[in-house]
């Protein structure tokens, strides 16, 4: 009985310590009417559910080397650091990230909407700003007219301008002229000047059908995407009548690049400065004087949404180089809550059967066994809780099988104080020694399934490691459940009742 009392306040302690760990679980997966405030937080300090129980999106992409010159590693690990903030400034909570041979990045988010996620991890999101050249624009599709009147025009019979459609103020084309246009201008490449190129607006209901405009732009960018320093979204402010109830998406430059861009606009006053992202202009506006701050905005027909992740996009960097889908698994969230549902059952089935054959075969000593099972998993759950750690369904499988290892734990323990008692010892004896003797053969059978345990999370991944991290932290629970907490018990009610004869 020597420091029973401390050994009862460790156990007491530890108990507090789990349910204040807990609570935020309880709190998040229990409550209904939480503010979303309220979620996020208590998401911060509780168990998240991996992919296949909360749904969500599984992926691998490959970076697409194609005419590149860098090694496949090396653009890898570029784009993984751009994903991964892209994802951190997302939102998702637990984001599985890893890099993968040949130039291929695992992605695992948890709980998100698939179109979202996919535009905004794949988006190259290469900007440029150009100046437009409007005032050239009329001569030259005069030359690609006269240029194609003497070739063959690969089976059209109307000259490039028959497709030109005033979109407002600038000229366009119906998206179902769209082949036809690109393939004239591919042909007519010999009469466009070096210094200009054609490009073209996003998709837009104009008189009742979709169009695109065509903007003739200088080839050279005046900046790229790599002089911001900060976007930020929000209402839009521009007092053009179609971009009103729209977002957009405001840009600050870096110091250099502010200068710059001063130098760009005040050279350019009365020109259109097109803002180019990923090859389609988002909207050209007119400059009407010198823009010292070193600000700027890209206006569109964006939701919040779209504006939002834009500006995120921005905010990471433009990947070096296109990614392609090679995997993809996408897990719903009813599925995700009917594996929760055949797990739990599954857990407490087993739970309710092995308590069951412990006081049927152990009596009243099978209780204690009992106890020390039910608080190893609450132990399980808070220290998951307290490190937010990812409980998978693979995971759910591991707090089963630690169910099966704590059991052994006190099998072996019951059956060296039977073993004691036979030999005539007294109670008390027989449990101090059949502990004692226990605890060698427990302690190498726990520290060896630990060490694989250990193991498998550091090398493995995905369901591996959910399954590999309850495994362990179930483990080291039992060593502490099974023999500390189990002895305290014994020692307590032995000493406390004068206990002469064991039922076990």
Aim: proline letters at 3%; charged letters at 25%.
């Amino acid at each position: 009985m020597r420091h029973i009392g401390l050994r009862i306040g460790v156990v007491i302690i530890a108990v507090v310590l789990g349910i204040y760990a807990i609570i935020p679980t309880i709190r998040l997966y229990t409550g209904t009417d939480l503010p979303e405030a309220t979620k996020v937080e208590l998401s911060k300090q509780a168990i998240h559910l991996g992919l296949d129980l909360r749904g969500g999106m599984h992926v691998v992409l490959e970076v697409d080397t194609a005419g590149l010159a860098e090694k496949p590693d090396d653009l890898r690990d570029r784009a993984y650091e751009i994903i991964r903030n892209r994802v951190d400034e997302f939102g998702v909570y637990e984001p599985v990230i890893e890099k993968q041979s040949g130039g291929r990045i695992l992605i695992q988010l948890p709980g998100v909407d698939r179109e979202r996620a996919v535009e905004l991890i794949k988006k190259v999101a290469h900007l440029e700003f150009r100046i437009c050249e409007d005032d050239r624009m009329t001569e030259i599709i005069e030359k690609i007219d006269q240029y194609l009147q003497g070739t063959d025009t690969l089976g059209f019979d109307q000259p490039f301008s028959s497709y030109i459609i005033g979109v407002d103020r600038d000229p366009g084309f119906d998206v179902r002229d769209e082949d036809s246009v690109m393939a004239l201008i591919a042909q007519s490449r010999p009469v466009i000047p070096e210094d200009v190129e054609f490009a073209f607006g996003a998709r837009e209901k104009h008189a009742g059908r979709d169009v695109r405009r065509i903007y003739l732009l200088k080839r050279a960018a005046e900046l790229t995407g790599e002089a911001i320093r900060d976007a930020r979204h929000g209402p839009s402010q521009s007092s053009n009548l179609q971009y009103v109830g729209t977002w957009e998406i405001a840009l600050e430059f870096k110091r250099e690049a502010a200068r710059k861009f001063a130098t760009v606009t005040g050279r350019n006053i009365n020109k259109r400065l097109a803002i180019v992202l990923d090859g389609v202009v988002q909207s050209a506006p007119v400059i009407t004087e010198r823009i010292p701050q070193g600000r700027a905005s890209i206006t569109g027909r964006f939701t919040a949404e779209e504006a939002r992740d834009l500006a995120i996009i921005l905010r990471a960097g433009a990947l070096p180089a296109p990614l392609r889908i090679v995997e993809e698994r996408t897990v719903g969230p009813s599925l995700g809550r009917d594996s929760i549902e055949s797990g739990v059952r599954a857990v407490l089935i087993a739970s309710a059967l092995v308590v069951l054959f412990m006081l049927v075969y152990y009596s009243l000593s099978g209780f204690v066994a009992d106890i020390a099972l039910l608080l190893n998993l609450f132990f399980v759950l808070a220290i998951l809780s307290a490190f937010r750690g990812s409980l998978t369904m693979p995971g759910i499988a591991g707090i089963a099988l630690t169910i099966g290892m704590a059991v052994d734990a006190n099998v072996l323990i019951f059956e060296r104080i039977r073993e004691e008692l036979k030999i005539g010892k007294t109670t008390r004896t027989a449990i101090d020694q059949g502990f004692a003797r226990a605890w060698v053969t427990i302690f190498d059978s726990n520290i060896t399934t630990i060490i694989i345990g250990v193991i498998l999370f550091i090398f493995g991944s995905g369901s591996i490691k959910g399954f590999a991290l309850t495994l362990t932290v179930g483990l080291l629970s039992n060593l502490f459940t099974a023999v500390f907490v189990g002895k305290v018990i014994f020692n307590y009610f032995t000493y406390k009742f004068d206990v002469h004869k064991l039922r076990i």
